[in-house]
């Protein structure tokens, strides 16, 4: 796995911390914005390491 | 106690206790599948785990009791701040993917049995190696006694204390370390398989439960605005950092709990391995997330209660859906079995890889020409004197030193740079990955352990836990000494 990938990884996980938001919080689909932002980064952060699995994990087999 | 509280009557209980019986059964049939009487076969089940057997002890071992019932109290306790906690397990998986296809293959070619055995192949120190191998030792018994308490407490709720916490410490861990001796490895992923399903059956079935009775969201964002409005405010900068730093504990420490690392050597191709793991990306949402919203749900329905009533979260919640006829005794038994399945699979997992870390790391390297049959033999029985000192240590230890067995993840997060600096950089030496493993397990070690006697040390200074600050110190001093040549070695 090359550095990009690793950054990727590491970017995507510095994304996830709900850094963006300060102050009082507004109501999104019954959760606090901040929340709301915590929970789909953490989602999405699922399916790109899914996703990263399946395109750059070559097995042997592969090979 | 009394039988009044008992959280299941007698026929949940008689249920309960065959389940876990058969446990011993599903043992015995592991060791009746046992290939050869070798190390590899003992501890790996013969490096031929397939993908549903290997997912699921991957994913049962992952998420232990402290999931279902230690997550649900910090959520309650911390509101939505716990999400982070869906994130650390994400990022163990991060991890993987970085450290696990190198590692595979070297494991398959050289034939290791503990992470320390990659630790030894590569830097070629015993020093290093068994400096590792102990903070392994160590953080693996932390774990194994702090869920077998958790155990004892299950026990004492679900039968309302007419099995006492020690009765039901000992009788729980006599199983697992029966079923762990007869077939080793193969008997703990085939228990856990079960154990894995139970529990994400049982996860999600409570998760559907509370969202169709209470109103999921709406009714949680109401009710901690009109009793805790604090708890819906943003995380400050300080919170955010500690946000982050839990992000890589996870990602370092997590991702390299010996017995996660022994799963990744027992996959049957790497194939296996690919898959398992992908499909292990999705566990977090649908086990942590979901136990993050028990908690919400609970500190909805009962503010106020303090820390230790809090960790009584998920049971809350459990009482009320059966006070409100929701749940019937089938749901409350399920989920009681997930609770222990969680539980159960985490310390026979612990307790494998501690018997293994002992026989081969410690016991192998100062009797070179013990045969593979004399050491698992010796395996075996390092099992059950782990599991007698754990259950003694359960039962009598004071609280005092309860707080201290909260270490864990700080120690094991000082191995990682062994693990993935060795990996990715040829060059660097074994002197500067030890002097940086021994600096960083003291500076962490030093503030965890002023901080719980009561010094005036903060747990997490500046935001960043212990451990994280220690892994910093950590990588400072292998940059220093690889940059400036001071390595011995050179």
Known sequence: MSTKKILIIWIALFLTVPWWFHGLSNKWLNLPDWGLYAMIAAIIYSILLAFMIQKYWKTEEDE | MNSQTALLGPGGITFLGVYILSLILIGWLGKRARKENSLSDFYLAGRGMGFLVLFLTLYATQYSGNTLVGFAGRAYREGYQALVLVTLLSSAVGAFILYAPKLYRLSKKYKFITPADYIHFRFNNNKLTLFAASLCLMALANYILTNLKAIGYIVVSVTGGVIPFAYGVIALSLVMVIYETMGGMRSVAWTDSLQGIILMFGVITIFITIQIEYGGFEFIYNAIQTSDPQKLAPPNFTQKLSWFSTVCLGFFGISIYPHAVQRIYSANNEKTLKRSIQVMAFMPIITTLFMVVV?????????????????????????????????????????????????????????????SIITKDFYKRF?????????????????????????????????TIWRLLE??????????????????????????????MTFGTLFAVGIMVANKLGVDIPAKPGGLH???WGLIINLVIVFILEKIKLSPDE
């Open chain 2, 367 to 399: 009797r070179p020409k013990k045969s593979q049959a004399e050491l698992t033999r010796i395996g075996k029985m390092i099992s059950w004197v782990i599991m007698a000192f754990a259950v003694y240590l359960a039962i009598v230890l004071p609280q």
């Open chain 2, 295 to 355: 908690g919400l749900t609970a500190f909805a329905l009962f503010p106020g209660l303090d820390r230790q009533a809090s960790e009584g979260a998920t049971l809350l919640v459990l009482k009320d859906l059966s006070q409100r006829g929701a749940i019937g005794t089938g749901m409350m038994v399920l989920f009681l079995s997930a609770t222990i399945a969680a539980i159960m699979s985490t310390v026979d997992s612990a307790l494998l890889s501690m018997s």
């Open chain 2, 407 to 436: 270490i864990k993840l700080e120690l094991l997060i000082q191995v990682s740079p062994a693990i993935f600096l060795g990996l990715y950089f040829k060059k660097i030496k074994a002197k500067s990955i030890l002097w940086g």
């Open chain 2, 466 to 468: 212990a451990g994280v």
